[in-house]
Every structure is written in structure tokens, then in C-alpha cells.
């Protein structure tokens, strides 16, 4: 076999399995240079197996990613996840309510808060609900459809339950982050309620991890400026870095 082969079975391997490949790390595991990589990744992507990023590529999916059953989302960069969960959840404060969206990122986020018998947490999630039930002061799901890949409520009935209320603080995810057209997703509900919370919530924040940067997906949900905090679990690439200062955008990375 072609070494050339063996290098590409090596990153869809890993790129399947993680769902992002790093230059500098597969170059470093195979012990080629990164103009190789980058080499092997560009055929990859001409073969429409993957996309490459800013430092490397992700998995070619599609709108397929946004149909991925929840059990399976979790288990793609959890460790990144957590990271972003315990730098979110220091942005709590005592008694506050808090929206917490259905998000993988933001179920992480709400390991951490159990405990918190000072929150009132309302949440489109019944994951989110049925950990957090008990576990904080109160917990309310709104009204909605169930989504039974996901447990998300959704549609008419969970946006309206948003516009019913203001929150202290709300947490959201998104599917990417564009550096041209911002914050996207790949499905209408998640961007409804995710607009309807930006405009009912005293302060929102957007968790994402680093995976996110780079991807597109088919709805423009917030322009880059529309949320003042992005946390993530490290500093983004330098033209998104360059963009979120230019533009008042607080960042908040390990």
C-alpha cells in the first residue's frame, strides 16, 4: 500500500472517530511535515470525505451532523466540552435564573451546576431537566414538541414559552462559527429559540468548542458581535481571535 493511503486511512480514522484533525498533531504522530498533511487532507476533501479548517479539517457531514442521535454527539470532543462547561459555569451568580438550551455543550454545562439549590434553571432540554431535577432550586421545561433524537423540545409552543419570560443569564450552542456569517446552525428550531432567547435574557452566552470554528452550516443564526460572551475551551484561531476583539466580544477560553 502507497504510503500516501496509509496516511489517509490514518486521518479518516482519526477524524471519524473525533470528529477534527489537527496539522500539527498527525504530522507529529506520523512523523512527516505539516505540507504533507495538509497535502492529504486537500485530496481528502476533494474526495468530499472531510473539510479542511483553519490548523486541519473536520468530518465532511453535512446537514448528516444535525441528525446525529444525541448519544452520539456527546461522545465528540467531551473533554473539550467539559473544559468549556467549568469555565461557563463560573459565570453563574447566586440566585439567578438561567436558560440552558438543548445543546451537548450546554448539557455539560449543566453537570456542573447540580447542587446549585440557589438557581431556578428553565430549559427546552428534558436531558437537562430530568439531571438537574432536584439537583438546583427549581427546574422548568417549556412547552414544545418532543424531538426524540435529541429529547429537545421544540417548534412554536417552546419559543413562546421563551418570549413569556426574561432570563438573568441564558446559555446556547451553536453548530459553527463562520467568520463570515457568524454563528450558524443546521436546523430552524435551535435558531428560533436561540434568537428568542438573545432578545429575552439580561445576558447570554455562547458555548462552543474549538471543533466549531471554521464548520458552516446552512442557517445564520447571530452575527459574530450579537452575543457579548464566547466560551471556549481555547483561544480561537487568530482571524477569529482578531474578529471578536475588533468587535467587543468578550472570549473566554483555557
Keep these: 500500500m502507497p504510503l500516501s493511503d496509509v496516511r489517509h486511512a490514518f486521518l479518516m480514522e482519526q477524524v471519524t472517530a473525533h470528529g477534527r484533525v489537527q496539522v500539527a498533531d498527525c504530522a507529529a504522530r506520523l512523523r512527516v511535515s505539516r505540507e504533507t498533511i495538509r497535502r492529504d487532507l486537500r485530496a481528502l476533501e476533494l474526495q468530499g470525505l472531510l473539510r479542511c479548517i483553519y490548523g486541519g479539517a473536520v468530518l ?3 446537514n448528516a451532523s444535525a441528525d446525529r442521535p444525541l448519544t452520539e ?13 467549568r469555565l461557563a459555569a463560573g459565570q453563574v451568580g447566586a440566585a439567578c435564573s438561567v436558560f440552558l438550551d438543548a445543546s451537548t455543550t450546554v448539557l455539560a454545562l449543566a453537570r456542573q451546576l447540580v447542587g446549585r439549590t440557589d438557581l431556578a434553571v428553565t430549559t427546552n432540554s428534558l436531558e437537562v431537566a430530568m439531571l438537574l431535577g432536584g439537583a ?23 419559543v413562546a414559552s421563551v418570549r413569556g419570560q426574561v432570563f438573568d443569564l441564558s446559555f446556547m450552542g451553536a453548530a459553527s462559527v463562520d467568520l463570515e456569517h457568524g454563528f450558524m446552525d443546521f436546523g430552524s428550531e435551535e435558531s428560533a429559540l436561540r434568537q428568542a432567547l438573545r432578545e429575552h435574557s439580561r445576558r447570554c452566552a455562547l ?13 445564520r ?22 474578529r471578536f476583539e475588533a468587535l467587543g466580544v468578550q472570549v473566554l477560553h483555557g
Design 60 to 62: 465532511q457531514r453535512s
Design 73 to 85: 454527539r456527546v461522545r465528540l470532543n467531551p473533554h473539550e466540552k467539559a473544559q468549556v462547561a
Design 136 to 158: 438546583v432550586g427549581e427546574v422548568v421545561v417549556t412547552g414544545g414538541t418532543v424531538r426524540p433524537i435529541d429529547n429537545a423540545l421544540v417548534g412554536h409552543a417552546a
Design 207 to 219: 458555548l462552543v468548542d474549538s471543533s466549531k470554528f471554521g464548520r458552516t452550516a446552512r442557517l
Design 221 to 242: 443564526t447571530f452575527p459574530l458581535d450579537a452575543v457579548p460572551l464566547l466560551v471556549t475551551n481555547r483561544a480561537p484561531p487568530p482571524p477569529f481571535a482578531a
